[in-house]
């Protein structure tokens, strides 16, 4: 006879679409404003009168390295952003072990530098595991911790 409470913490739940944007969304305003900082206290501006208004074109690059940077080591090193830690997500390896380097650096790749193609492209051809193209590339999954255990031995559920 099985014992109901190891079946229950075999299971992964998966994390929704909205909760992950939500996370995303918080990891955002943090970075943004911080690579906002960054750029103002460099050149004591965003705004340059012969260029017109210094924002996404300029940003882009930099802002999605610091993004990518972050995203990375939070990630590789605990799981979480600060916006999956307040979502109770984490980020795991398909098995819903630790994820590795190479598939947190191909995730955050995607997040950081085409995520509304990553994120379009992975509704469109979404899977049972609700993974983003660059999840799906790198092995990588979103789930709830709330009733995680990190087991290899893993069916997925949707939350």
């Known amino acids: 006879m099985s014992d109901p409470k190891s079946s229950e913490s075999s299971k ?11 996370a995303w969304l918080i990891d955002f305003i943090i970075i943004s404003a911080i690579s906002t900082l960054i750029i103002f206290a ?14 996404e074109s300029s940003q882009y690059i930099p802002t999605s ?3 990518f940077v972050y995203w990375t080591i939070l990630e590789y090193k605990t799981g979480q952003t600060i916006g999956k830690k307040i979502l109770n997500l984490k980020t795991v390896n398909i098995s819903g072990d630790k994820v590795n380097l190479k598939g947190i650096l191909i995730s955050s790749f995607g997040k950081s530098f085409l995520l509304p193609i990553d994120v379009i492209l992975g509704w469109i ?8 193209v660059f999840n799906k590339l790198g092995d990588t ?17 949707k939350d």
């Open 12 to 22: 992964i739940i998966l994390a929704k679409w909205t909760d992950r944007f939500v």
């Open 42 to 55: 460099s050149y004591g501006t965003i705004y340059y009168e012969d260029e017109g208004f210094w924002g």
């Open 65 to 67: 390295i610091i993004f």
């Open 125 to 132: 051809l979404t899977n049972e595991k609700r993974q983003r």
């Open 141 to 157: 999954v979103v789930v709830k911790i709330k009733n995680y255990a990190g087991n290899p031995d893993v069916s997925y559920e």
